[in-house]
């Protein structure tokens, strides 16, 4: 024999959504301009948290002075985050003198003059450094760039 029961619904128990938006507060030393999935947000410091859809976002940190810095952030409806870097930490440097000048070429692609105000900042990695001056051979080498260091490198270009 089958006993059918009435289908007991509670309105105290119907699901509440959770918030669509969640908060993330930025903290970058030295200072950075924040983009949000390629969109430019704010500048560090913040005075206020920033306010973000739920789900994964790519949050870039940007200052000329230092290699962008890319973090994928997952936020929860309701929550607060928090993301803090120290982009010195994250850099390495190659401080180069050449003799008498070059053009500075790291991957093929050009970067600067020589001589340098400041050593070059480079995410940490292998690089292909190339020197270039018409009254001399080109010059190349493989350097290593490791977070928090200095690479020193003196070169004379010779013929």
């Known amino acids: 024999e089958k006993i059918e029961l009435p289908v007991l619904t509670d309105s105290s128990s119907t699901p509440v959504a959770a918030p669509a ?9 030295p200072w950075a301009h924040i983009f949000v ?3 430019q947000f704010e500048t560090t410091p913040l005075r206020k948290p920033l306010i973000l859809p739920a789900g994964r976002h790519v949050i870039e940190l940007r200052n000329p002075n230092f290699p962008p810095h890319r973090s994928t952030v997952e936020i929860s409806g309701g929550n ?10 994250l850099t390495g440097y190659l401080d180069l003198q050449v003799l008498p000048w070059a053009k500075i070429f790291i991957d093929n692609q050009y970067v600067e003059t020589t001589p340098l105000a400041k050593p070059l900042a480079l995410k ?4 292909t450094l190339k020197l270039e001056n018409p009254a001399f051979p080109n ?3 493989t350097v290593l760039i490791t977070a928090g260091e200095t690479l020193k490198h003196r070169i004379t270009l010779n013929r």
């Open 80 to 89: 607060s985050d928090s993301l803090i870097v120290n982009l010195h930490s």
């Open 139 to 141: 010059w190349e080498e």
């Open 37 to 39: 999935n390629g969109e």
């Open 124 to 127: 940490p990695g292998e690089y």
């Open 21 to 29: 938006t969640g908060e993330l507060m930025v903290q970058c030393t």
